[in-house]
Antibody, heavy 119, light 110 residues
Framework: QVQLQESGPGLVKPSGTLSLTCTVSGDSISSSHWWGWIRQPPGKGLEWVGYIHYSGSTYYNPSLMSRVTMSIDTSKNQFSLRVTSVSALDTAVYYC????????????WGQGTLVTVSS | QSALTQPPSVSGSPGQSVTISCIGSSSDVGNYNRVSWYQQPPGTAPKLMIYDVSYRPSGVPDRFSGSKSGNTASLTISGLQAEDEADYYCSSYTSSSTMMFGGGTKLTVL
């Protein structure tokens, strides 16, 4: 069974950088799948952030592209998210998930981690 | 990119059927059979219910079905049960090689 687990600080200061890591078990991050981040502000809907392939290819939400970077560490079977210049609007539950084969559906999700942007 | 359009809420009584629509454009829903649906009870992570417009993952009851016509995808839940009460989201691949979600629909079982 594929499992994903998000980790990282739960509190980030405004104008700072949000950094999260997703650890994958039960599947190789070097497989044909893509690995993505989805976020959900409190009481609101899901927002696609982006996804990454082990080759290094990435696609990001155009509205976040200037502030988002994703990376992958095949030796640790992990992938990461960085969002710079954060504001209160970036406060959300952040989910990592596996995108089956790319341009497709998310079949396995992490439990999500709440990141609050506040001073 | 704008979110796919879903009704904010739908409701039905146990045993009835409900349909949730997901309106996109020719740049996403209308041009790709890469539409998926997710169920999210309060406080939990989303769960895949339908993929590639109309396929059900193993373990999803056959009461859940999906379809697409033009730029609109639909999720139908038949034989409504109390446990179906949750938020539902559609998602689609886009011509920009990105993904997008709908705004979500809250299903209430009366």
């Amino acid at each position: 069974q594929v499992q994903l687990q998000e980790s990282g600080p739960g509190l980030v200061k405004p104008s700072g950088t949000l950094s999260l890591t997703c650890t994958v078990s039960g599947d190789s991050i070097s497989s044909s799948h893509w690995w993505g981040w989805i976020r959900q502000p409190p009481g609101k809907g899901l927002e696609w952030v982006g996804y990454i392939h082990y080759s290094g290819s990435t696609y990001y939400n155009p509205s976040l592209m200037s502030r988002v970077t994703m990376s992958i560490d095949t030796s640790k079977n992990q992938f990461s998210l960085r969002v710079t210049s954060v504001s209160a609007l970036d406060t959300a539950v952040y989910y990592c998930a596996r995108n089956y084969g790319g341009n497709s559906y998310y079949d396995f999700w992490g439990q999500g981690t709440l990141v609050t942007v506040s001073s | 990119q704008s979110a796919l359009t879903q009704p904010p809420s739908v409701s039905g009584s146990p045993g009835q059927s409900v349909t949730i629509s997901c309106i996109g454009s020719s740049s996403d829903v209308g041009n790709y059979n890469r539409v998926s649906w997710y169920q999210q009870p309060p406080g939990t992570a989303p769960k895949l219910m339908i993929y590639d417009v109309s396929y059900r993952p193993s373990g999803v009851p056959d009461r859940f079905s999906g379809s697409k016509s033009g730029n609109t995808a639909s999720l139908t839940i038949s034989g409504l049960q109390a446990e179906d009460e949750a938020d539902y989201y559609c998602s689609s691949y886009t011509s920009s090689s990105t993904m997008m979600f709908g705004g979500g629909t809250k299903l209430t079982v009366l």
